[in-house]
């Protein structure tokens, strides 16, 4: 128990005790402590306890607590000294209220509670009063244990004198285990540790340091200096330059960077702390030294300053902000902007160097995908110091503490060849997907790259169906193997090639196509792939497969017509015969001279002179060849010969070749004057034909007329005198003389169309039925027909004749619908891929189509003359006059369900425009 005596706080309390920032080192806090004991008596235990420690102070609050032993633990842990204070600081700090602090028992209480042994003293604002320390309050506690200590001295001195010897014994053994203890723990520090004599002498060390040094044992160390360690004399005169200035100024030297040589000659630096060693009595009689190996950091920094060295000498620009605001930006980076100095930018914002839309997209576009990404690289609009814009290419990336690293360059350039190359590449897909060709195009992998419009479209499939495939993919199976071969093989030998094949269209139809490939190479040589183009050959190759048959026909025929083919080679006076020209002139083939005048020996005397004025008038242009002569063989016999050439010149007009060919024609002409005796007879014939038929139709009428005339006026007269019978049999008598009235007209009509001229011009055939049913109607109005009539059906032919067809095919068309009580009739024309035919169709009678050939027949009929009146010649002439303008004509029906009659007539006119 401790005495009762009066206790007064204020005594025990140090009211000046050494305080820092929180913000400060830890190093500024150490030197206060250090200085602050330096400058203190050795007799000033005040002073040197209020070294003893540091507070933290904030705002004028007390925050934190510094002391000796947080000083070692910091050494121990080897934490750098250029911490702050409230980052190592005793926290959170145990403080005691001014008001409180009158019980001596209760402030020692709360010391041993805490085991701490500084205790702040506070006023009721929380200001900082003093500070009580164990050293303060033992004071305190020694004039409290005064009088008893008087009371006992003898007793104690005896006990003292007893026990001092004993005491020297433990306290010598005590110092030596705390010397083999502190030993020790130097020896578990990561630092080095030294420490040195006021002559520079070492005087120990830690284990590090023996091993730096390359010695052993701690005896080795003892009685050395720096010159005797494995580091250059240059290196231990700075070592001992710096000892000296701490001990003559008796001031530490913290983060002190020096370079070290080690027993492995390898080359360290070091940051070193020195600080001065004193004796009991403040006196500086060495330097403790400590340092750690930061030779990763220099390496570093460095790495670090090549890497500055190389950001400046970049010829992209970078630079670091920091909110908004520039930390550094490089040499290419200040002139891309028009910036000479960087402090032009520094602490500038970088917003203005972009103009206001740009900043827009910045803050709806570019940064909220820089906070989800951290990255974001794209293409802006930046603007100069000058006021110029130009585009640029720029680089975001945030960094884990907030910076933003800006990487940019100037892409005018670029943009504007891209443009170029963007116009360029739209120009080469505008021509070939323009061009009359199929273009395709491979790389190296011999697979397709692009294909052009025109082979999609001849394909039928997407541009995604072509990419990375085969062009040979539709080739036809006959064709691919070679194909496959003449590709390989051009490919592996970087050559053109050139084929024909077969490519299926999207129709599924093969066409020939030439297929030509060439290599393609860069700039540097480098092998692209191939690019190749198609032409479709297909009409080609049926026009020379067609050439082939036309040829072996021709030949066919110019053998089976027996015509001689010869050439005539005007510059050289050289003439070739085929063998039927030797037949056609009598002339072996061993005997012809093959020139000129070999060819007008053979003329017959008398045509000597027009051939060879034919044969200069075609060689000077002035008209055709176009002859015929006689020739004269050896035995007498003449031939007549037709005979045709065409001249081929020069560019300058001058005649050099003449091809042509001979046929004998005298059987021909033989046959020709026959023919014209015949056709003399026959127009003699067909003239007393006509007089015939005049003579017939004059000759029948009479009688008709006479017995038409007398049956008239018997019904007249006698009539009423005749009974029934009578009176039918007079009538059926005028019936028949009308029937054959009609008949002769028939006839006589059906001989003027096979006799009369044929006059072609363009008919339209719409408006003919249109006049025609117009008359019908007219002669029955009380008939109910619907007429459909196609309009602007025209044709090139007679137009008489072409009224005779339609009267009687509509004539046809309205007698045998009579009995319906609708009649539908309809005049139209469908048009085929050659031709168009004509048709007249109705819902009437019909017929049975077993009988359809005896339709167009003289005199055929397929229904009664009682049912249906008619002669039986109106199909015959219809069919008589469609034969006669080159065309067809037939019917196509069934009984009760109507007739349709087709027919055809050539149109050589119209279809050429006429």
Request: net charge negative; glycine share 6%.
């Amino acid at each position: 128990m401790l005495p009762q005596v009066p206790f007064d706080l204020a005594s025990a309390m140090i009211r000046d005790p050494l305080v820092v920032s929180p913000q400060a080192s830890t190093l500024d806090a150490i030197t206060l402590m250090h200085s602050t004991r330096s400058a203190a008596n050795l007799q000033s235990c005040d002073q040197r306890t209020r070294s003893s420690c540091v507070l933290a102070i904030d705002n004028e609050q007390v925050v934190g607590i510094l002391t000796q032993q947080d000083v070692v633990r910091l050494s121990v842990q080897q934490q750098p000294l250029t911490q702050r204070v409230q980052e190592v600081m005793t926290q959170p700090l145990v403080t005691l209220q001014e008001r409180a602090g009158h019980d001596l028992q209760a402030i020692l209480s709360l010391l041993e509670q805490h085991q701490i042994h500084h205790l702040p003293i506070l006023n009721e604002h929380h200001g900082l009063v003093g500070l009580v320390t164990h050293a303060s309050l033992s004071q305190i506690l020694n004039a409290a244990k005064l009088h008893q200590r008087v009371e006992s001295l003898e007793q104690e001195v005896a006990r003292l004198q007893t026990e001092k010897e004993h005491i020297i014994e433990e306290r010598t053994a005590e110092l030596q285990v705390r010397e083999k203890f502190l030993q020790t723990v130097l020896d578990t520090f990561p630092l080095s540790v030294f420490w040195k004599d006021r002559n520079s002498v070492f005087v120990g060390c830690n284990h590090n340091f023996l091993s730096d040094a390359g010695l052993s044992s701690m005896t080795d160390i003892l009685g050395k200096t720096d010159y005797d360690m494995p580091w250059s004399r240059a290196e231990a005169s700075a070592y001992r330059v710096a000892d000296q200035e701490v001990m003559d100024s008796d001031t530490p030297k913290l983060g002190i960077v020096e370079t070290q040589i080690q027993a492995d000659g390898r080359q360290r630096w070091l940051e070193v702390n020195k600080i001065p060693l004193h004796n009991l009595r403040g006196g500086v009689v060495g330097v403790l030294g400590t340092y750690q190996d930061i030779t990763p950091r220099k390496q570093a920094e460095q790495a670090m300053k090549q890497q500055l060295a190389a950001i400046e000498a970049a010829v992209d620009g970078i630079a670091i902000l920091e909110s908004d605001n520039y930390l550094y930006a490089n040499r290419a980076h200040l002139e891309l902007f028009g910036y000479e100095r960087l402090e032009d930018l520094l602490g500038q914002t970088w917003k203005s160097l972009y103009p206001p839309e740009e900043l827009a997209r910045f803050e709806q576009k570019v940064f909220p995908i820089l906070e989800r990404d951290r990255a974001w690289q794209g293409e802006v609009t930046a603007l100069r110091k000058n006021g110029l814009t130009f585009a640029e290419g720029l680089s975001l990336t945030l960094t884990d503490d907030g910076l933003l690293i800006c990487v940019c360059r100037d892409i005018s350039d670029r943009k504007r060849a891209e443009a170029a190359l963007q116009e360029s590449e739209a120009r080469f897909r505008y021509l070939t997907d323009n061009a009359p060709v199929l273009i395709w195009m491979a790389g190296p992998d011999k697979m397709c790259s692009h294909v052009n419009q025109r082979w999609l479209d001849f394909t039928g499939q997407l541009m995604e169906e072509q990419i990375g495939v085969c062009w040979l993919q539709r080739v036809h199976p006959d064709e691919k193997p070679l194909c496959l071969e003449t590709y390989l093989s051009a490919f592996e030998a970087r050559q053109g090639f050139e084929i024909e094949h077969r490519l299926q269209r999207f129709d599924g139809e093969y066409r020939w196509l030439l297929n030509a490939g060439v290599p393609r190479f860069d700039v540097a040589g480098e092998f692209l792939g191939y690019i190749g183009s198609c032409v479709d050959i297909s009409d080609r190759k049926q026009a020379e497969d067609h050439l082939r048959q036309l040829s072996t026909r021709l030949n066919l025929a110019v053998e089976s017509a027996n015509i001689g083919i010869w050439e005539w080679d005007i510059t050289h006076n050289h003439l070739i015969w085929d063998a039927r020209m030797h037949e056609l002139y009598d002339t072996p083939l061993d005997a012809f001279s093959n020139v000129y005048d070999a060819w007008v020996n053979r003329l017959h005397p008398d045509d000597l002179a027009l051939a060879e004025t034919v044969s200069q008038q075609a060689l000077q242009g002035e008209k055709e060849y176009d002859t015929e002569f006689r020739v004269v063989h050896t035995d007498g016999a003449v031939r007549c010969i037709k005979a045709n050439a065409l001249v081929q010149h020069n560019s300058q007009g001058e005649a050099q070749r003449m091809i042509g060919i001979n046929y004998d024609i005298t059987d021909r002409q033989r046959a020709e004057e026959q023919i014209r005796r015949y056709t003399t007879q026959l127009e003699a014939s067909n003239r007393e034909l006509e007089s015939f038929s005049y003579s017939v139709s004059h000759d029948l009428r009479g009688p008709l007329r006479a017995i038409d005339g007398f049956s008239q006026a018997l019904l007249e007269d006698c009539g009423d005198q005749l009974d029934q019978d009578g009176q039918d049999y007079l009538g059926r008598i005028r019936k028949n003389i009308d029937r054959m009235g009609t008949l002769i007209d028939d006839l006589l009509r059906l001989s003027r169309v096979s006799r009369s001229e044929i006059r072609y011009a363009t008919v339209n055939l719409s408006h003919l039925a249109q006049e025609i049913v117009h008359e019908l109607h007219t002669l029955e109005p009380e008939r109910r027909v619907n007429v459909v009539i196609a309009p602007n059906a025209q044709v090139s032919a007679d137009a008489t004749l072409m009224r005779i067809v339609l009267t009687n095919l509509l004539q046809n068309a309205w007698k045998f619908t009579s009995h319906r009580s609708v009649a539908q009739i309809e005049f139209g024309f469908n048009r085929f891929k050659d031709k168009t035919v004509y048709f007249i169709r109705d819902n009437g009678a019909g017929f049975d189509m077993a009988y359809a050939k005896m339709l167009f027949g003289v005199f055929q009929r397929l229904h009664s003359a009682h049912e249906f009146p008619g002669t039986g010649i109106g199909l015959a002439t219809v069919q008589r006059t469609i034969h006669r303008h080159g065309g067809t004509v037939w019917a196509e029906g069934a009984v009760n369900k109507g007739a349709t009659i087709s027919f055809t007539v050539p149109n050589p006119s119209l279809v050429l425009g006429a």
